[in-house]
């Protein structure tokens, strides 16, 4: 049995960015209204059907909790609640809920009255929302702070705005300290037993995650990332993709397949385990394309940035390669930021 102190899995690795490092640092989410989130939904309410579909703007709250205040104002079960994804806690976002109310009464959930979330609007639609159930997200970001040289920023946002940015997965999807990854790996090396679904689910999402990360950190070292190899799978936008590990046959080929093959081999344990584990091979982009980006400087410490990402994208992994940016220090943990999965 492996010592868990002696895995290579306890703590997460220091990922290579893509663009120099601009030395500046900020503040980020002083305020809840410094991170503005707009759910883009793949579709709106048709006005019929057996579900209720609600417009909610929250403030402080994360999303599992306003589900759990939803369900009970409707008098319904937490499992008849569904959402396209999770939402920061300390920000301003905006997202889609739904309901089962297939009989009886509709209630007016736009009077309902909670100090950290409000119902803008409700109608009935035909399916309930489930994860991954939308376009993707609007961000409106104020950075607040900022120490350094501004025209370093000023040429790694004309980078990103033209080229985009690694799409890795963001810390958070790992855990407090990447602790998902170790969980994980220990899972599927038979060391402990994980009798919980949503946990088992959690710790072979983050440990998939990882392998990603790894195969992007590997082809920004060689200067890759944003380029096609000989054998890439592309997606429908024509950008290459990596692998999200799991069973079947791999779908690159040549100087695109060895390189994931090689990273598979040193976490032949994980990838294994997947494997074995009931997962399907699947492609993810390895380059994230923030849309209609814009920033300005309101203030000399101050940069408002505003963007669009696709649905599983982290805003994170645009401000990293921008600066350092550090939250105040939380007594309780907020959701992942806005990446639906």
Not at 174 to 196: C, K, P, S, T
Not at 200 to 221: D, P, T, W
Not at 278 to 302: H, K, N
Not at 312 to 317: E, F, K, L, V
Request: a negative charge; one cysteine or more.
């Amino acid at each position: 049995m492996t010592d868990a102190l002696q895995s290579p899995y306890t703590t997460l690795p220091q990922w290579p960015k893509a663009y120099p490092a601009s030395g500046v640092s900020a503040t980020l989410k002083l305020l809840n209204e410094d991170f503005i989130v707009t759910e883009l939904p793949l579709q709106l309410p048709s006005g019929a059907g057996e579900h209720i579909w609600l417009d909610v703007e929250k403030n402080g709250a994360n999303t599992v909790f306003v589900a759990q205040q939803l369900a009970a104002a409707a008098g319904v079960q937490e499992w008849d609640v569904g959402y396209a994804g999770l939402k920061d806690r300390y920000a301003v976002t905006r997202q889609w809920f739904s309901i089962y109310l297939p009989k009886g009464e509709t209630p007016d959930l736009t009077q309902l009255q909670h100090p950290e979330f409000k119902v803008l609007s409700q109608s009935r639609h035909v399916k309930k929302l489930r994860p991954g159930d939308l376009q993707g997200n609007r961000f409106r970001i104020v950075l607040r702070e900022l120490a350094g040289d501004r025209d370093a920023i000023e040429v790694n946002l004309q980078a990103i705005a033209s080229q985009g940015v690694p799409n890795y997965f963001g810390a958070q999807r790992f855990g407090h300290d990447g602790g998902n990854v170790e969980q994980g790996r220990a899972m599927l090396a038979r060391e402990i037993r994980v009798r919980n679904p949503k946990k088992k689910g959690i710790y072979l999402s983050a440990v998939r995650s990882f392998v990603f990360n790894e195969v992007l950190a590997l082809r920004i070292q060689q200067g890759l990332w944003g380029q096609t190899l000989p054998g890439d799978v592309m997606d429908e936008a024509g950008r290459p993709t990596g692998p999200l590990w799991g069973r079947g046959r791999v779908s690159t080929s040549d100087q695109a397949q060895a390189l994931e093959n090689g990273v598979a081999e040193r976490h032949a344990l994980l990838c294994d385990g997947m494997e074995h584990a009931g997962l399907d091979q699947d492609r993810r982009a390895l380059v994230a394309c923030p849309g209609d980006m814009t920033w300005e400087w309101p203030q000399s410490d101050q940069l408002v940035l505003t963007f669009s990402l696709p649905a599983g994208t982290y805003a994170t992994s645009v401000l990293s390669e921008i600066l350092q940016a550090t939250e105040p220090e939380r007594h309780s943990e907020s959701d992942e930021p806005a990446a639906a999965e």
